[in-house]
């Protein structure tokens, strides 16, 4: 009997309470989270940092857009992303066991303990960072595959303009001419006309059917673009990590080529009233052909970005000011004769214990030279001492050996006569 998936149970959805992100909560650091580590709510909890907290909101974000996605659920990539709520967890749980809390409350009896931990400024899971980039990088990629599309387009649009921009033959053959029988135009002028290139002019067959029926086929540009890509919060690391910034693909969008048919027609409809008029209209179209169709046709796209100061600037005027309110206190000189009376203390207090450290010494060496003729009259003491006993032991032989003779000679004398022994003490 086979055992299938119950259809009652929801498995498009997230844990309610373990590996949640808690609000923001007023009195903490700008930015930080408290995450929740059990299924149990607050029994423990470790307060990230912005960056980290940050960084898993969207994680979390992800999490809950993957499993809205239910006709086409991802299921490899919701295990990745679970796989580094785990690792957040775990981690989090680590550094718990080698921290003291901040709060500890027991609950009734004992049984249960709340616990709220701070995590360092530097806490970061490096394997989740490693995961944002790679999706960063693949997004980049399909962002690049798709670029050569777009750039035709663009070159189609670019042909068009070019070519309904020259159509009125009449208005540009007549300041060309005027230019050339002028003899009072400036020979920089004619220099630039002979070395412009002449555009490539359609049939005049092509351009009318152009310019009464657009073109079904040619995309709009508006309309084509690409998904969005995902939410990167490395916005420091992206230029060591070779990637671009957000803003350059829609830079690239012709929104300046669209609206330049419209410039360069002007000049000709107003080069009908004076000669002047023709000659002050032909030097802005010469000079006003935009860089951007050349670049366009040779595909080489250059972006320039500013750098943003703000913060630098902000950091100085802090500075600045501080310095400001320092000098302007008047407390300095106040403070200055307190350090000073503070150092003089202290050279008088050190020279007073070189004093000390210096009497001791003398007085170290005094009691060593003692030390050593006490042990040397000691040595001479023990010395004496033993003769001294080891002649006392020969005397009291030499004694017990005459005392000996003495009462041999009297037993064979046949006079027996006991001898007192000597005491000492007597």
């Not at 050339?180 to 220099?191: F, Q």
Request: hydrophobic share 30%.
């Amino acid at each position: 009997m086979s055992h299938g998936p119950s259809h009652s149970l929801d498995i498009l959805r997230t844990s309610p309470v373990r590996g949640q992100l808690e609000p923001y909560v007023p009195g903490t650091p700008k930015g930080s989270r408290y995450i929740q580590l059990t299924d149990t709510p607050d029994e423990l909890k470790v307060l990230l940092p912005p960056g980290t907290a940050s960084m898993y909101e969207q994680l979390l974000k992800l999490e809950t857009y993957e499993l809205s996605k239910k006709p086409s659920v991802s299921w490899e990539r919701i295990m990745e992303i679970r796989h580094l709520k785990d690792r957040m967890i775990r981690k989090c749980q680590k550094m718990a066991k080698t921290t003291l809390p901040i709060a500890r409350t027991s609950s009734k009896g004992d049984t249960f303990v709340f616990q709220t931990f701070i995590a360092p400024q530097d806490f970061r899971v490096k394997e989740m960072e490693k995961w944002f980039r790679e999706q960063q990088k693949r997004a980049n990629a399909n962002s690049l595959s798709r670029r050569p599309i777009t750039s035709g387009m663009h070159e189609v649009s670019i042909v068009r303009a070019s070519s309904t921009r020259h159509v009125p033959s009449s208005s540009s053959k007549q300041p060309l001419q005027r230019s050339i029988t002028n003899p009072e135009s400036s020979t920089a002028a004619r220099r630039a006309l002979l070395d412009k290139p002449l555009p490539v002019i359609q049939p005049p067959r092509l351009v009318q059917s152009e310019r009464g029926t657009p073109s079904p086929s040619a995309p709009n540009p508006i309309e084509m673009f690409s998904p969005p890509p995902l939410p990167v919060l490395l916005l420091s690391q992206r230029e060591s990590y070779g990637l671009e910034t957000p803003g350059e693909p829609q830079d690239s969008t012709p929104e300046p080529l669209t609206s330049e048919p419209v410039s360069r027609q002007q000049p000709s409809v107003e080069a009908g009233p004076s000669e002047p008029a023709s000659e002050s209209t032909l030097r802005p179209v010469l000079s006003r052909r935009p860089s951007c169709i050349k670049r366009n046709s040779t595909g080489d796209f250059k972006t320039v970005s500013w750098a943003d100061n703000n913060e630098l600037d902000n950091q100085f005027s802090k500075y600045s000011s501080a310095a400001r309110e320092a000098q302007a206190s008047g407390k300095w000189d106040e403070v200055r004769v307190l350090y000073l009376e503070q150092i003089a203390g202290l050279e008088n207090l050190h020279l007073q214990v070189k004093e000390g450290l210096e009497h001791l010494r003398s007085e170290t060496d005094h009691l060593q030279r003692i030390d050593e003729t006490i042990r040397r009259q000691r040595g001479i003491l023990d010395a004496t001492f033993k003769e001294f006993e080891q002649k006392q032991a020969l005397f009291q032989e030499k004694v017990h050996e005459a005392l000996t003779e003495a009462n041999d000679a009297l037993s064979k004398q046949g006079l027996k006569r006991d001898l007192e022994p000597i005491h000492e003490s007597s």
